[in-house]
């Protein structure tokens, strides 16, 4: 399990580390180093990372390899070789979580409004008319590697939303500390991978403790940004950190307010007790698909979290906060 503990001091600066954050797929991007000398190589690197993935997985450019895919109307289509990478890590997470976590569900989120980027996505429109699609299509999806193809049955759309920045968070973060040497923490949207040496920080007592300081809340963002919701900054110490929030991305169709986490057995937002869960685990890939999941299964994500051995942060509607798994009591 990747260690979390309480961060001596929320929102004051790591010492001896440089920081850089831009936006670039419909998020912030931000990467931080151990050593500031590395800081330029290190961005230029998650840079190359995060443009391939777009070409790879994205559902808004028509040029993408997943786009070629969603055209492909039941036929066998060539991709290069992050899509094959990218949809067996996908295909894997709906495995692990008996189709919770579905990237099968491109079409319904289409259906509900979520046809463009976040950012274009009209605040409000008509009612829409969804298509409950009870059958898993996850299962019918073949990803040839020998030939390099891959085929979805006709009328389906892959949408990687659940896992891709989380695939690129882990990639990146592992190429540059391969690359560079250094300390590394890399966050696309809030989902946060981590590689190598951990900064070291002092305690008000003095003693030095080490590891990544990172706020979970309800819209993810840096630990010195002022918090929305109910927050709370540990110490990551390997690994990586992922928090899933029907509050983050949400607009509304017909009076209905809808948000991003669909649940598959109803082709509609997932009806949750939880605003909020973030989960610490060995990867960051094992992280989102840990809350992704837990959002889904509502009253029963205490317990399949439990059995997982994840440390894990839930906030409830009402604003309570429980915690499991070795995370920090707040």
Known sequence: MTATQAAPAPAAPVPGVAAAQWRAI?????????DPDALDAASRIVTEHV???DLAASRFRPDSDLERVNAGAGRPVAVGPLLLDALEVALDAARRTGGDVDPTLGGVLVDLGYDRTFAAVPGTGPAVKVTVRRSAAWTQVVVDRAAGTVTVPDGVLLDLGATAKAFGADRAAAAVHAALGVGVLVSLGGDIAVAGDLPVLPEPDGRLVAGWPVRTQDRPGPADETPDGPSSVVLLGGG????????????ARGGQEIHHVIDPRTSMPAVTPWRTVSVAAASCVDANVATTAAIVRGEGAVEWLTSLGVAARLVSLDGRVHVLGGWPAE
């Open 26 to 34: 419909g998020c912030d991007v931000r990467v931080v180093v151990t």
């Open 51 to 53: 443009e391939a993935l």
């Open 240 to 251: 990586g950190l992922a928090t899933s929030s029907v509050t983050a991305r949400r607009w």
